[in-house]
T-cell receptor, first 114, second 115 residues
Framework: DAGVIQSPRHEVTEMGQEVTLRCKPISGHDYLFWYRQTMMRGLELLIYFNNNVPIDDSGMPEDRFSAKMPNASFSTLKIQPSEPRDSAVYFC????????????FGPGTRLTVT | AQSVTQPDIHITVSEGASLELRCNYSYGATPYLFWYVQSPGQGLQLLLKYFSGDTLVQGIKGFEAEFKRSQSSFNLRKPSVHWSDAAEYFCAVGAVGTGFQKLVFGTGTRLLVSP
C-alpha cells in the first residue's frame, strides 16, 4: 500500500499567486481530511469529505481557500490569492468508513508564501 | 465542544529513562482516544488507540497508554526511551456529533532525548 500521497512536498510562491495542493488517499478509504499545521495554531482541521462530498468546511479560514474532491482517488486544496500568513504545512489524511476511526496521514506539503 | 489538553510543551528525557506524556480530555461519555507521533519532516503516525475494554492499551514501538475515566486522562508511557523516540506527540479525541469521524488534536508535546 502506497499510503496517502501528497504533492508537491514543498511549494514556494509569491504573495498573490494561486497555489494548488494535491492529495491521493489510500485506495478504498471513504473519508478525506485536510489539515493545516503552524507553530502558532498547531494542527487545525480545514475540511473533510465523505464519499467525495464535503461534510464540514467550518475550519476553512476564508473564501480564499477552496477544496474539491472530484473522485474517490483525488482531492485538491486551492488558495487564491495566497498570503504570507498561509505559510504552513498542509496535511491530507484518509480513513475507512465504519468503526476504525484511525486516520492515515500523508507526508505533508510545506508551503512558503513570500 | 470537546477539547484535548497536553500540558507539557517540551519534555527532555535521558536515553534509557522512562517516559510519561500527559493528556487530558473533556467529554462526558467514553471517548475514542488516540496518540499520534510526528517525526521531523514527516506526517503523523498512529501509536495506539482506545475505544473500550481494557484501560491499558499497547501500541507500536513499545508505547502504552492508560485510560483513567476518573481523571479524564490518557497518558502515554514508555519504560525505556530510545534516541529515535525524539519527535512530537499528539493526543486526540474523536469528536462526538460527527460519529467520531473527526478528530480533535491537542497542541502536542515535543520530546527531546538526551544521551
Amino acid at each position: 500500500d502506497a499510503g496517502v500521497i501528497q504533492s508537491p512536498r514543498h511549494e514556494v510562491t509569491e504573495m498573490g499567486q494561486e497555489v494548488t495542493l494535491r492529495c491521493k488517499p489510500i485506495s478504498g478509504h471513504d473519508y478525506l481530511f485536510w489539515y493545516r499545521q503552524t507553530m502558532m495554531r498547531g494542527l487545525e482541521l480545514l475540511i473533510y469529505f465523505n464519499n467525495n462530498v464535503p461534510i464540514d468546511d467550518s475550519g476553512m479560514p476564508e473564501d480564499r481557500f477552496s477544496a474539491k474532491m472530484p473522485n474517490a482517488s483525488f482531492s485538491t486544496l486551492k488558495i487564491q490569492p495566497s498570503e504570507p500568513r498561509d505559510s504552513a504545512v498542509y496535511f491530507c489524511a484518509s480513513k475507512t468508513d465504519g468503526s476504525s476511526y484511525e486516520q492515515y496521514f500523508g507526508p505533508g506539503t510545506r508551503l512558503t508564501v513570500t | 465542544a470537546q477539547s484535548v489538553t497536553q500540558p507539557d510543551i517540551h519534555i527532555t528525557v535521558s536515553e534509557g529513562a522512562s517516559l510519561e506524556l500527559r493528556c487530558n480530555y473533556s467529554y462526558g461519555a467514553t471517548p475514542y482516544l488516540f496518540w499520534y507521533v510526528q517525526s521531523p519532516g514527516q506526517g503523523l503516525q498512529l501509536l495506539l488507540k482506545y475505544f473500550s475494554g481494557d484501560t491499558l492499551v499497547q501500541g507500536i514501538k513499545g508505547f502504552e497508554a492508560e485510560f483513567k475515566r476518573s481523571q479524564s486522562s490518557f497518558n502515554l508511557r514508555k519504560p525505556s526511551v530510545h534516541w529515535s523516540d525524539a519527535a512530537e506527540y499528539f493526543c486526540a479525541v474523536g469528536a462526538v456529533g460527527t460519529g467520531f469521524q473527526k478528530l480533535v488534536f491537542g497542541t502536542g508535546t515535543r520530546l527531546l532525548v538526551s544521551p
